[in-house]
C-alpha cells in the first residue's frame, strides 16, 4: 500500500523558515520522481519544486527559487522540503507527490504527471 504522509506546516510569521517532511512507504523510492505542490485557499494546486530519483536535479517554480530547496534521503525513504524567507503568499496546504520514472535524473512539474499523492500538511505564514 502506498502511502505519502506530510507532516511540518504550523503557523510560522513572515521572514521565518519552515522545514516539511514527507515520509512514504510502498513502493521503491529511489525509483520515483518526487515533488511539491501547494494549494492556496481558494486557489488551484500549483507547483513549487521536484527532483528526480536521485535527487541530483531539481526544479524550482520561480516565486520560491532561491528560498525553498527540495531534498531526498533515499535510504530513509522520505522527502523534504526548507523553505526560508516565508511571505504570506506562500500560505497553503502543501502536499508531496510520487511519480515513478526510469530515469533517475527527471524531475516534472505537472499535476498530472504523478500518481501518488500525500494527504497534505497546512502553510500559514502570518503576522
Known amino acids: 500500500q502506498v502511502q505519502l504522509v506530510e507532516s511540518g506546516g504550523g503557523l510560522v510569521q513572515p521572514g521565518d523558515s519552515l522545514s516539511l517532511f514527507c515520509v512514504t512507504s510502498?513502493?521503491?523510492?529511489?525509483?520515483?520522481?518526487m515533488g511539491w505542490f501547494r494549494q492556496a485557499p481558494g486557489k488551484e494546486r500549483e507547483f513549487v519544486a521536484a527532483?528526480?530519483?536521485?535527487?541530483?536535479?531539481?526544479g524550482y517554480e520561480d516565486s520560491v527559487k532561491g528560498r525553498f530547496t527540495i531534498s531526498r534521503d533515499n535510504a530513509k525513504n522520505t522527502l523534504y522540503l526548507q523553505m526560508n524567507s516565508l511571505k504570506p503568499e506562500d500560505t497553503a496546504v502543501y502536499y508531496c507527490?510520487?511519480?515513478?520514472?526510469?530515469?533517475?535524473?527527471?524531475?516534472?512539474?505537472?499535476?498530472?504527471?504523478?500518481?501518488?499523492w500525500g494527504q497534505g500538511t497546512r502553510v500559514t505564514v502570518s503576522s
Open positions: 507527490a510520487a511519480t515513478h520514472s526510469l530515469n533517475d535524473s527527471t524531475w516534472y512539474n505537472l499535476i498530472d504527471d504523478y500518481d501518488y
Open positions: 527532483c528526480g530519483g536521485n535527487g541530483l536535479k531539481t
Open positions: 510502498g513502493f521503491t523510492f529511489s525509483s520515483y520522481a
